[in-house]
T-cell receptor
Framework: EAQVTQNPRYLITVTGKKLTVTCSQN?????MSWYRQDPGLGLRQIYY???????DKGDVPEGYKVSRKEKRNFPLILESPSPNQTSLYFC?????????????FGEGSRLTVL | SQQGEEDPQALSIQEGENATMNCSYK?????LQWYRQNSGRGLVHLIL?????REKHSGRLRVTLDTSKKSSSLLITASRAADTASYFC??????????????FGKGTKLTVNP
């Protein structure tokens, strides 16, 4: 089944404790992206990747890192989480970047930073 | 940078009625997409309309695009309780960095009462 898988789905952590949210897609998609969703603010893009070893900042990259060493994986790293990073995070992918097309979303990772 | 803005923010209707949601945006676009999100779940793509198209249908969904007014509408006909969800428009355009930058609105929360 074609899907985008995120882990963990739920996480409660404390300020400053490094964490990684993994994202994996099995559709051989070139493009991958991370969004955060907050009440009243909608979805905001954190980082995106056009292909392996190619990443770029979205609208709200502060406090986050990403890497794209393999095509299927695009982990989101919070080196020193803070309470304002409490949010619902979504990973998404798309076949290519040359043409517009639908994004395929993971089920989300709800992160709480105490 | 928020591009699309949905209207209304919330909509409550009875089963069988039609639901209309609107999206306005500020700058030129290449295409506009609509997504659906069940509570706390990942977004699911519904339909894409290109800037040179005026109307598109998919099952009970009808999307219109008026580039002169920079607006789009999503009509769900003969609504069902299962249509209860949040609906988001998303745009990508040359002024937003090309197709790698899909910008979402804040969504319309639709409730369909049985």
């Amino acid at each position: 089944e074609a899907q985008v898988t995120q882990n963990p789905r739920y996480l409660i952590t404390v300020t400053g404790k490094k964490l990684t949210v993994t994202c994996s897609q099995n559709m051989n998609h070139e493009y991958m992206s991370w969004y955060r969703q907050d009440p009243g603010l909608g979805l905001r893009q954190i980082y995106y990747s056009m292909n392996v070893e190619v990443t770029d900042k979205g609208d709200v990259p502060e406090g986050y890192k990403v890497s794209r060493k393999e095509k299927r994986n695009f982990p989101l790293i919070l080196e020193s989480p803070s309470p304002n990073q409490t949010s619902l995070y979504f990973c998404a992918s798309r076949p290519g970047t040359a043409a517009p097309g639908e994004l395929f979303f993971g089920e989300g990772s709800r992160l709480t930073v105490l | 940078s928020q591009q699309g803005e949905e209207d209304p923010q919330a909509l409550s209707i009875q089963e069988g009625e039609n639901a209309t949601m609107n999206c306005s945006y500020k700058t030129s676009i290449n295409n506009l997409q609509w997504y659906r999100q069940n509570s706390g779940r990942g977004l699911v793509h519904l339909i894409l309309i290109r800037s040179n198209e005026r109307e598109k249908h998919s099952g009970r969904l009808r999307v219109t695009l008026d580039t002169s007014k920079k607006s789009s509408s999503l009509l769900i006909t003969a609504s069902r309780a299962a249509d209860t969800a949040s609906y988001f428009c998303a745009t990508d355009g040359s002024l937003q960095g090309g197709s790698e930058k899909l910008v979402f609105g804040k969504g319309t929360k639709l409730t369909v009462n049985p």
